[in-house]
């Protein structure tokens, strides 16, 4: 029964790290902005391509 | 006239200008396009459509960004090379715009990681110092329609850092939580507390919960010690008795051995609480729209230092005596006096009269008003600090009573009951059975915890803020919907409010309009800035416009014109010289060519639609009118509205606040709610118990009210006002339930019965029940009475439609 009290430990050793990452994560900035990332990675792919495709339509 | 929609701004091009098979609303526009064009970033408008903000090329003067002291507010970081700078760019509103100023580096590569933030409308960026200055990308963010707005100085960071701080505490307090239902389960199942893994079990939650009473609980400490300093009966003070209740009963069970403690009530407890408080706290954040009045005025002025010599110096540097010059179309910072021959200010800004009024050298001019005229200059008369206009900014502001809301008023009771009743049952068990005292006490006072009181509230305010929102009436602080649902006086500011004028005009020419005369008149008022003649522009519909020889406009009386042969005047009677024979209330333009009067343009005033039926329905409350303006209008109001409508006119600002306060004096039971729409109507928002500001096109400021709302929602207030009714409704239905709860707790920790196990479940069962029934009753609220409402499709747009403006309007100050 008592290697339940070593998984336990092992157990909260791992979330906790998650909770430190989490705290990295909110130090970064990564919680401050959620409209902007969502709309951004709409836009990086087809950039390139796009702008071109107008240009030349555009002449 | 043709109907485009410009490419740019898809505003309706009045004047359209076309380019590369395009069609344009103005110069500005194109010039953007053009300049995206060139730098190949076409993409801009295959985002979304016609994305743009009209960029309106104001000659700005922004040489004072040069001085390092006024764009310190900005600066992030600096170095001998880069420089990190932020600020709030309002126009900010879709993908395209973050595409864009994310690739701005196209059109200047010495910008440096652009990032853009949609949700609080900032963009940050970093500049190479010697190649570019800050002035010179600022110049270039208004060059393409995105002017920052550098008269705030993030307002929000203070709140952001107590929301993260909340995050932080909520995750830690989850992550606690979390564990210790875990480790408390082999309890529940009857674990052996003296065996070694239930004593393992109580250590790991002894553990946990010194994060929880540490780190999570601090916001509780610092509220019930506020409560304790300013003597308030506040549910602060049980929650901090509970808190340390379950702490102490928890340590000292686990340290003797006696039982396994309340840990998982205690971790429950407090996270329930900071879930609370992290909703209400966002919804705050989200609606930080307030605007100081300084944001109108201008940055700096123009001083003399030595009667020709001129340096920039900010408004708040102002001291009395200073020589400066305010540039036509500005606002007066600070009370001064005229040193120029003759002014001519217009007081709309603060007292709501439409009429400007003309000052002679040596007068006094108070801040607000707005110089329509030439540059002038003037002396400082008064600080800024200690100027008209701040000095009813202030008094708005100072005047923040503490109301006896429902919650403070349960709160107080519910305090003073638990006090009580730990000490009846502590009494009681003294005689039975004194080795139970300290645990009947102690486990009533963890019961009792008034967990779901605390949310009850909080929630159901803010689902029903949220589903008013989404119908156009937006509610600046949740625990404000009480107000609300108390109203029984209704008071309408007039102009504004519930008429709306610079509809197109009337034409009253006895003989018509010929196509020349027309022509003829659009070309003048086309030079004209002043709003009816942008109006008479509009309703000419003449966009082959003749070359004017000579102009001359004298602001607030009429233009006199030379096109070609033809001479022509426009303007109020009394400027061209005749009698004034149209009514009163309406306003006129008169029109003269080569000496002969052809007759007059004329401006209906326009009620509201939906007016009638509105007041029909608010048969129920007391309503009034009053407005800064003239009785002119007060026959069409008569015959619109019921009986017991009050209207009262000619009322200057701080008039109007008295008008409530003697409805206050009068009728004890008075609720007021005040609907408005300008500055005008501060102090009147102020003294009044719920304050809506009515938005629309025409209507920029947005004074300090506690709602704002959309004006085509304006005929709904009746169902606003029955939603928030019906909400407080629930809001003591849960009161109820939360007491029902409370009721059997406290049996049960009275007769000694309260185990961990029963406060475990009780207490996360009674906050869950609270939060769905105000989920669950809000929504079936909001289908039955606000049902005949239309969703606002995207309330950014609904703040973004009404913030261009307000970049417009910062443009034109």
């Known amino acids: 029964m008592e290697v339940i009290l070593f998984l336990i430990i092992i157990s909260i050793l791992i979330s906790g790290s998650f909770l430190i990452v989490f705290f990295y994560m909110l130090k970064r900035g990564q919680f401050r902005d959620f409209k902007t990332p969502a709309v951004r990675i709409l836009l990086e792919d087809d950039n390139e391509t796009k702008t071109n495709n107008k240009g030349n339509q555009n002449g | 006239m043709s109907k485009k929609q410009c490419y740019h701004c898809n505003e309706v091009c009045i004047n359209e200008i ?58 992030l970081y600096e170095d001998d090379r880069i420089v990190r700078a932020s600020f709030t760019i309002p126009s900010i509103h879709c993908a395209a715009c973050v595409w864009l100023l994310e690739n701005m580096f196209k059109l200047n590569n010495n910008l440096l990681n652009l990032e853009v933030n949609l949700g609080e409308r900032s963009f940050s960026f970093s500049y190479i110092k010697d190649q570019i200055s800050f002035r010179e990308i600022v110049e270039l963010l208004i060059k393409i329609g995105y002017s920052p707005s550098l008269n705030d100085h993030h307002k929000g960071d203070s709140q952001k850092k107590i929301q993260t701080a909340y995050i932080a505490k909520l995750a830690v307090a989850g992550f606690c939580f979390g564990n210790i239902m875990l480790f408390s389960f082999p309890a529940y199942f009857g674990i052996d507390k003296n065996s070694f893994m239930g004593q393992s079990f109580d250590w790991l939650n002894i553990i946990f919960s010194i994060p929880i009473l540490l780190y999570c609980s601090i916001p509780f400490y610092t509220d019930a010690l506020v409560s304790i300093r300013t003597k308030q009966m506040s549910l602060n003070i049980p929650i901090f008795l509970g808190i340390i209740a379950l702490a102490i009963q928890t340590f000292w069970e686990i340290f003797t051995q006696t039982g396994h403690g309340y840990a998982d009530s205690l971790a429950g407890l407090i996270f329930f609480l900071l879930l609370g408080r992290w909703i209400q706290n966002r ?148 005689l039975i059975a004194p080795s139970k005292v300290v645990m009947i006490v102690v486990s009533v006072l963890i019961v009792a915890c008034p967990c779901a009181l605390a949310i009850s509230f909080p929630f159901t305010s803010n689902f029903a803020c949220l589903e008013l929102r989404r119908r156009g009436l937006f509610i600046n602080c949740y625990d404000k919907i009480e107000e609300l649902s108390n109203v029984n006086h209704i008071i309408f500011d007039k102009t504004g409010t519930i008429l709306t004028k610079d509809s197109l005009p009337v034409e009253n020419f006895p003989n018509g309009l010929s196509f020349m005369q027309q022509r003829l008149i659009a070309s003048v008022v086309y030079e004209s800035e002043h709003p009816l003649s942008q109006s008479i522009f509009l309703a000419m519909k003449q966009d082959n416009l003749l070359s004017i020889n000579s102009y001359h406009e004298l602001p607030g009386h009429g233009i006199h014109a030379k096109a070609g042969d033809y001479d022509i005047k426009l303007g109020k009677a009394s400027f061209l010289g005749i009698k004034d024979d149209s009514s009163d209330l309406n306003s006129a333009v008169h029109i003269n060519i080569n000496g002969h009067y052809l007759g007059y343009f004329e401006f209906e005033t326009t009620l509201r639609p939906g007016l009638k039926e509105l007041f029909n329905s ?9 407005s800064g303006d003239h009785a002119g209008d007060d026959d069409i109001l008569e015959k619109l509205s019921p009986e017991h409508l009050i209207r009262k006119y000619n009322m200057k600002p701080d008039e109007k606040a008295n008008y409530i306060e003697k409805i206050k004096h009068t009728d004890k039971n008075a609720k007021i709610l005040m609907i408005g729409d300008g500055l005008n109507d501060g102090p009147a928002f102020m003294a ?87 989920q669950f009753g809000i929504f079936l609220l909001s289908k039955q009475s606000l049902r005949n409402l239309k969703f606002m499709n995207n309330e950014l747009h609904f703040k973004v439609k009404n913030l261009k403006n307000n970049v417009f309007l910062n443009k034109v100050l």
């Open chain 2, 618 to 626: 608010l048969q129920n409350y007391k309503l009034h009118i009053i």
């Open chain 2, 688 to 774: 009044s118990d719920f304050s809506i500001a009515i938005c629309n096109q025409k209507n920029q400021y947005f004074p300090s009210s506690d709602a704002m709302l959309e004006a085509n929602s304006f005929h709904e207030i009746n169902q606003f006002l029955l939603f928030a009714k019906r909400a407080m409704k629930l809001v003591k239905l849960n009161f109820f339930i939360s007491f029902v709860y409370n009721f059997f707790g406290l049996s049960f920790a009275c007769l000694g019965l309260l185990s961990p196990l029963i406060s475990a479940i009780f207490m996360p069962v009674s906050s869950l029940t609270v939060i769905f029934i105000s």
């Open chain 2, 283 to 430: 919804s705050i954040d989200y609606l930080n729209f307030e605007r100081d009045y300084k944001s109108f005025f201008p940055i700096w002025v123009e001083k003399y230092e030595l009667d020709y010599l001129t340096t920039h110096v900010s408004i708040q540097e102002l001291e009395k005596g200073d020589h400066y010059k305010v540039k036509a179309q500005c606002i007066i910072p600070v009370d001064s006096i005229l040193k120029s021959k003759k002014a001519l200010i217009d007081y709309s800004f603060v007292s709501g009269e439409a009429h400007p009024v003309a000052i002679k050298e040596g007068q006094k001019i108070f801040a607000g008003g707005r110089q329509l005229g030439s540059s002038i200059e003037l002396l400082v008369d008064r600080n800024l600090s200690s100027s008209y206009l701040s000095r009813i900014w202030d008094q708005m502001n100072k005047t923040v009573t503490t109301q006896q809301t429902i919650l403070n008023f349960m709160s107080k009771y519910f305090t003073l009951s638990v006090i009580i009743i730990s000490l009846l049952a502590g009494f009681s068990w003294y």
């Open chain 2, 18 to 75: 076309t380019h590369d098979n395009k069609s344009f609303c103005c110069l500005g526009c194109k010039t953007v396009y053009q300049i995206l064009h060139d730098n190949q970033m076409d993409f801009y408008y295959s985002i979304e459509n016609n994305p743009g903000i009209r960029a309106h090329n104001a000659p700005e003067n922004l040489i004072y960004l040069d001085d390092p002291v006024h764009i310190q507010p900005f600066i």
